[in-house]
């Protein structure tokens, strides 16, 4: 159990739907996108069908946006056998392009738990989507000074953490990962001997849904960043 964070010598966090929401502007999306087809196929298979694609898509595009969008067109061309409406494709981009341009919502407590705990421990952002997108929605969250480095990457791997803690010389037990994903920012990090603390969000992608370790004794779950502050 995790109960002194000053025995780090680096604290990481996720970023969307950890710092600032993110889910909930796919759900939104894709609500949009079943509307746009619901004469093609019903709203349940849509959804499968996308979510198929964006599974399949991503060793091409990665996590984002634009992966999501153009697995958005694939789909829609499939389910219509090719016969969708340039029009379609057309708001389809723009769903895209709205998702990119919405201003970044910072999560209750998140600047307030990032400055207190920048103030005794170095900090760290571990991020997977888009390179520009996560770079905008930092600057807009005015966080960026509060943390030691960025990372950016494309997946969340044992493999990846390491590389991130050997690039910051940071060993395994002296490091703690803060996110809401507990297929990529807890089991990971427990696999190469580091500390993982679990924030759930409301939403969750299906992609990241994986068993919680409850049992795990490096493992803690929380319900709020701010009760970090109270560790």
Request: include cysteine; glycine fraction near 6%.
């Amino acid at each position: 159990m995790i109960t002194d964070l000053s025995r780090f010598s680096a604290i990481a966090f996720d970023a969307d739907d950890t710092l600032w929401h993110n889910e909930r502007f796919f759900q939104l999306s894709q609500s949009r996108f079943v509307d746009m087809l619901s004469d093609y196929a019903d709203p349940k298979n849509l959804e499968d069908r996308l979510m198929a694609a964006e599974l399949r898509n991503m060793g091409h595009y990665g996590f984002g946006v634009k992966g999501f969008t153009l697995s958005m067109i694939e789909t829609a061309i499939d389910v219509t056998d090719g016969a969708v409406h340039a029009s379609v494709i057309k708001d389809l981009l723009k769903i895209g392009q709205d998702m990119l341009q919405h201003p970044m919502e910072l999560l209750e407590g998140a600047h307030l738990a990032v400055a207190t705990l920048s103030q005794s421990v170095p900090l760290y952002v571990i991020t997977k989507g888009d390179l520009l997108h996560q770079e905008r929605k930092l600057a807009q969250s005015n966080l960026g000074d509060y943390f030691t480095g960025v990372e950016i990457v494309s997946d969340k791997t044992p493999a990846v953490y390491q590389s991130i803690l050997d690039k910051i010389g940071c060993a395994p037990d002296e490091f703690l990962m803060i996110g809401n994903s507990v297929k990529s920012d807890i089991l990971p990090v427990l696999d190469i001997g580091g500390w993982a603390c679990f924030v759930p969000f409301e939403i969750s992608w299906q992609y990241e849904v994986a068993q919680i370790p409850t049992t795990h004794p490096r493992f803690k779950q929380i319900t709020s960043l701010l009760d970090l502050l109270k560790s």
